[in-house]
């Protein structure tokens, strides 16, 4: 994407094309303007056009550019934070709706799916959280506790099952979330697109906005060349945000994270690693995921960037892991390679922001972006529609804020993987 075989690797080799879409010309109006076409706008702007709205969405890029077209793939339910911890973060009212909402994103995210025919590679045999040793065990099997209580179809596999799931011994047990799943990420964001010009978005790509100005009631956002004027406006810009809107990105801290493709495995290989394709992730601080794709490639990744000296520190890191998590593999050979990053909020919860009146957006999904983008895509139409109440929303308004040491923090992510994947590839 954009000539750059780093930023989407597999996935832009992979997916279906986007649809035909150009930079803006000129001015045009809309009922409600939508910046950035990740999962969170193109999910709003196909809500709200199929409630009738007029809806007009810029992307400075391509759909799917940021985080939408980067990522492992995985349909996560819920946040990183324990869902006991989560009423304590955003109180009683809100930590519920939250953990309700998110936990069953992912069958939002399948319905939509289905409902429109996106082929991406859609596998909902559910998920596995890996646990390294006994402080790994100790996690899953309290997330477990914490989401069977609220009814969830969650369990926690014996080391054996783990084996005969994952390929691989040297998980002590896991966690395998039914709701959960993997898909294809760009091709999720590109169908996504199509839906949403199908029901009657309007979709521009190249078309940065450079400013924001209300006018007589409305907000008029111009391109380099052209505008769109609107009733209301929706932030959809998340950890790629600039412009008008870099304050989202400086809200959050960017940790970067890269993934490598093998080539596909022949076939008994396959049915020894992840037969049922499950996605993975680990337990680990710096952790590592792995997953299938359809053609049978094993998608490899872990938090750092491949530029400068990190491209080969993290491949070389790579290539020793997976013979020790999966020495059936033998010498592995990287058909792709590619990095992005997620952004991370202080408290490790997304957040929901009123810019100014009827200019509103979500961000922050800390690396669980495809069913909390989804779902607040749709929330977001719910409230622009008034079908929702602002407090109605799963999240309570917060104020914009930039952490503390942001850039020191970033700049120690990258070298301090860079230092660990150096050292060793040991559990």
Not at 222 to 234: H, I, L, Q, R, Y
């Amino acid at each position: 994407m954009l000539d750059d075989p780093r930023s989407h690797g597999l996935w832009e080799k992979t997916a279906p094309a986007a649809p035909v879409t150009a930079a803006l010309k000129g001015d045009t109006q809309a009922q409600v303007a939508i910046v950035g076409g990740g999962y969170t706008g193109l999910s709003a702007a196909l809500h709200l056009a199929e409630k009738g709205c007029r809806v007009v969405l810029l992307e400075a890029a391509e759909m799917g550019f940021g985080g939408a077209g980067r990522n492992v793939g995985l349909i996560n339910a819920g946040m990183w934070v324990m869902p006991d911890d989560l009423p304590g973060a955003l109180g009683g009212e809100y930590g519920e709706r939250l953990l309700n909402l998110l936990g069953n994103g992912p069958s939002v995210v399948i319905d939509l799916i289905r409902k429109h025919g996106i082929d991406c590679e859609l596998e909902t045999q559910g998920t596995l959280h890996c646990a390294v040793g006994e402080a790994g065990l100790r996690e899953i099997e309290a997330r477990a506790e914490q989401w069977q209580r609220r009814g969830a179809p969650v369990s926690v596999l014996d080391v054996d099952e783990t084996a005969r799931r994952t390929g691989s011994r040297h998980y002590a047990a896991s966690l395998l979330d039914l709701r959960a799943g993997t898909l294809q990420p760009l091709a999720y964001a590109r169908g996504l697109a199509h839906a949403a010009a199908r029901a009657g978005a309007v979709l521009y790509t190249a078309s940065p906005v450079v400013e924001c100005r209300e006018n007589n009631g409305k907000w008029r956002l111009a391109t380099p060349t052209g505008s769109v004027t609107a009733d209301w406006v929706v932030v959809a810009t998340d950890a790629f945000s600039h412009g008008p809107w870099e304050e989202v990105r400086r809200e959050q801290v960017r940790l970067p994270y890269f993934n490598l493709a093998t080539r596909p495995l022949g076939d008994n290989l396959r049915h020894s690693v992840l037969p049922n394709r499950e996605g993975c992730w680990d337990t680990k601080e710096i952790l590592s995921s792995f997953r299938m794709d359809r053609q049978g490639r094993l998608v490899f990744g872990s938090v750092g960037a491949l530029r400068n000296g990190g491209a080969m520190i993290h491949r070389n890191w790579a290539r020793r892991s997976l013979a020790r998590i999966f020495p059936q593999l033998g010498s592995v050979e990287f058909e792709a390679e590619w990095y992005g990053w997620i952004g991370m909020t202080d408290n490790a919860l997304p957040r929901f922001h009123r810019f100014a009146p009827q200019v509103v957006g979500f961000s922050g999904y800390n690396g669980r972006g495809i069913a909390p983008g989804t779902v607040f895509g749709r929330e977001l139409a719910a409230l622009i529609s008034g079908e929702r109440a602002e407090n109605d929303l799963p999240l309570p308004l917060t104020p914009v804020h930039e952490p503390s040491m942001r850039p020191l923090k970033e700049a120690w992510y990258e070298a301090g993987s860079q230092l660990a994947h150096l050292a060793d590839a040991r559990f």
